[in-house]
């Protein structure tokens, strides 16, 4: 039972952070990669095609938790929920990055395991699609920022709205751009 985790959304100004944990089904998926070097029609295909034969499942830290303790230690704690939240004991964790959590089982860091290890792509995909998702849904409530494509990211579009508009409750307070707009 290998497990394979990465997470999306640590540099955003707004939106929570989310992991991904995948056990690849047996054949595999074909086409797996780095979630950023895939087109959004290709991710959209495999998130569906993982989603369909692997076991996966999805951990969150909310716009609250990084702000109380910061976007590292928020990383940390979705994937943990992810891993988590598969119920099995995995056999090894391999992790996108250079930092483990505090884990039981044994685990490894791989950086740019994204685009070398294939359970690791897989929940990159994952986790990406469903920030994305959560993006475009905050998008429609909080018009204006262009979360729908930008993502959370300090795009110029987002940050004139930021000036404009002040920050709302999915913007981090504890990252330097939303607290300066706080302050003015």
């Known amino acids: ?8 959304g640590r540099g955003p100004l707004a939106g929570p952070v989310v992991a991904a944990a ?15 070097k895939l087109s959004p029609k290709k991710r959209a295909a495999l998130e569906e ?39 099995i004991t995995p056999s090894l964790v391999m992790v996108d990055g250079n930092r483990l959590p505090k884990w039981t089982y044994q685990a490894q860091a791989v950086v740019g395991g994204d685009a070398i290890h294939p359970c690791i792509s897989a929940a990159s995909i994952i986790a990406k699609e469903h920030r994305d998702r959560l993006m475009v849904e905050a998008d429609r409530e909080f018009p204006g920022y262009g ?25 981090r307070r504890s990252f330097a751009p939303v607290a300066q707009m706080i302050l003015v």
């Open 147 to 171: 979360w729908a494509s930008n993502k959370g990211y300090g795009a110029a579009i987002h940050m004139e709205a930021l000036r404009r508009l002040g920050p709302t409750p999915l913007h």
């Open 1 to 8: 039972m290998i497990v394979g985790v990465d997470e999306a």
């Open 49 to 87: 095609q993982i989603k369909a034969k692997c076991r996966w499942a999805v951990g969150l830290c909310s716009v609250e938790e990084i702000d109380r303790i910061n976007i590292l230690q928020a990383t940390m704690l979705a994937m943990t929920r992810a891993v988590e939240a598969l119920a």
């Open 22 to 36: 995948v056990v690849l089904c047996e054949e595999g998926i074909a086409g797996l990669d780095d979630s950023k």
